[in-house]
């Protein structure tokens, strides 16, 4: 557990100072593009959530949602229930989290994997492992998006 606190707080301070995290208010990165790599993407997710008011009530969820593939939305419905969801008991702690770290990214063709590292606002740590597929055959050809984020217990190693 000491280790990967230690990675976060050394991961967070490296991207503080070389500007690679999204950045609070930044709205030129809310919807999918082909040029975005899937850590991208989780990247601009995780600060949306983490600054989810900035901007409106809930924008970061939306600029979430704008990153769900069309497969995640036909699964968690339209933006209103999308909302519902994030706020809930399993990913509510994603909103307004004080900071995150991405500490595994697994590249499969079409696929990808990110494992991220939060610390709510309580304090704890816990983990959110995104999937992403690179689209085809929709709207958002070529652009990263999440299919899906799987919580799991951060412990000591």
């Not at 500007?19 to 991208?40: N, Y």
């Not at 696929?111 to 816990?126: H, L």
């Amino acid at each position: 557990m000491i280790a990967r606190v230690a990675i976060f707080i050394l991961f967070t301070i490296a991207f503080t100072v070389t500007g690679l995290s999204a950045q609070p208010g930044d709205v030129s990165r809310i919807s999918p593009h082909p040029s975005f790599k899937p850590l991208d993407v989780v990247r601009i997710v995780m600060t949306a959530l983490q600054h989810n008011d900035i901007g409106g009530k809930n924008r970061g969820i939306a600029i979430t949602y704008n990153f769900a593939s069309p497969a995640n939305k036909r699964m968690t419905g339209p933006l209103s229930r999308f909302i519902s969801l994030v706020s809930g008991p399993v990913y509510g702690e994603m909103i307004n989290h004080k900071g995150a770290s991405y500490e595994k990214v697994i590249l499969k063709g079409k696929n990808a994997q990110v494992d991220v590292i939060i610390r709510t606002v309580s304090g704890k740590f816990k983990g959110f492992r995104f999937t992403l597929s690179r689209q085809a055959g929709n709207a958002h050809e070529g652009s990263w998006m999440t299919d899906s984020v799987v919580p799991f217990n951060v412990t000591a190693t």
